[in-house]
T-cell receptor, first 116, second 114 residues
Framework: GAVVSQHPSWVICKSGTSVKIECRSL??????MFWYRQFPKQSLMLMAT?????????EQGVEKDKFLINHASLTLSTLTVTSAHPEDSSFYIC????????????FGQGTRLTVV | GENVEQHPSTLSVQEGDSAVIKCTYS??????FPWYKQELGKRPQLIID?????GEKKDQRIAVTLNKTAKHFSLHITETQPEDSAVYFC?????????????FGSGTRLSIRP
């Protein structure tokens, strides 16, 4: 089946620094990818829709200058958390659907971000 | 935009009994309703899904029902087993659209008592 791979699986960074998370579709081309954030014991909240070759679409309340999304190729989207603070500590997870069989969504393994 | 509500938030059932989780959605354009099981620190795992052109779908011990008119859909797990303990999420989206968002419900923490 289609696979989405996310890297890194966990990262610890100092407050004020930036962290980049990569999301790759391994066996299909994804013109659209989705980024979610999940706080402990909460649901997956959609942060933004990443569009290949164009600007990302952010959900209401998500700061686009803080969460930079780049989707420069059909197999790679990146999320950069800029000037990270402890409240940004969360589980970030990406998702994509294979356009050839755009039913099931495939999820990356997630990135546990801890800001100290 | 789409809003998905899910109940209950926690559910404890005796092993062997059935568990039911209910969801409602708001956007009439949604026609694809997947259910996910998520274990701690892991990615969501699709367990069953249903399209709006059917009212019920079953896969072994798991079934999903959909009432399109009322915008309700439910997950039914029969003969529950300890390995069914996890967090379950319902979701809503559009069928066959790779650009369509998947919006999640708030989740149900299911515990199976031995």
């Amino acid at each position: 089946g289609a696979v989405v791979s996310q890297h890194p699986s966990w990262v610890i960074c100092k407050s004020g620094t930036s962290v980049k998370i990569e999301c790759r579709s391994l066996d299909f081309q994804a013109t659209t990818m989705f980024w979610y954030r999940q706080f402990p014991k909460q649901s997956l909240m959609l942060m933004a829709t990443s569009n290949e070759g164009s600007k990302a679409t952010y959900e209401q309340g998500v700061e686009k200058d803080k969460f930079l999304i780049n989707h420069a190729s059909l197999t790679l989207s990146t999320l950069t958390v800029t000037s990270a603070h402890p409240e940004d500590s969360s589980f970030y997870i990406c998702s994509a659907r294979d356009p050839a069989r755009a039913t099931e969504a495939f999820f990356g393994q997630g990135t546990r971000l801890t800001v100290v | 935009g789409e809003n998905v509500e899910q109940h209950p938030s926690t559910l404890s059932v005796q092993e062997g009994d059935s568990a039911v989780i209910k969801c409602t959605y708001s956007d009439s354009a949604s026609n694809y309703f997947p259910w996910y099981k998520q274990e701690l620190g892991k990615r969501p795992q699709l367990i069953i899904d249903i399209r709006s052109n059917v009212g019920e779908k079953k896969d072994q011990r798991i079934a999903v029902t959909l009432n399109k008119t009322a915008k309700h859909f439910s997950l039914h797990i029969t003969e529950t087993q300890p390995e069914d303990s996890a967090v379950y999420f319902c979701a809503a989206s559009e069928w066959y659209s790779s650009a369509s968002k998947i919006i999640f419900g708030s989740g149900t923490r299911l515990s199976i008592r031995p």
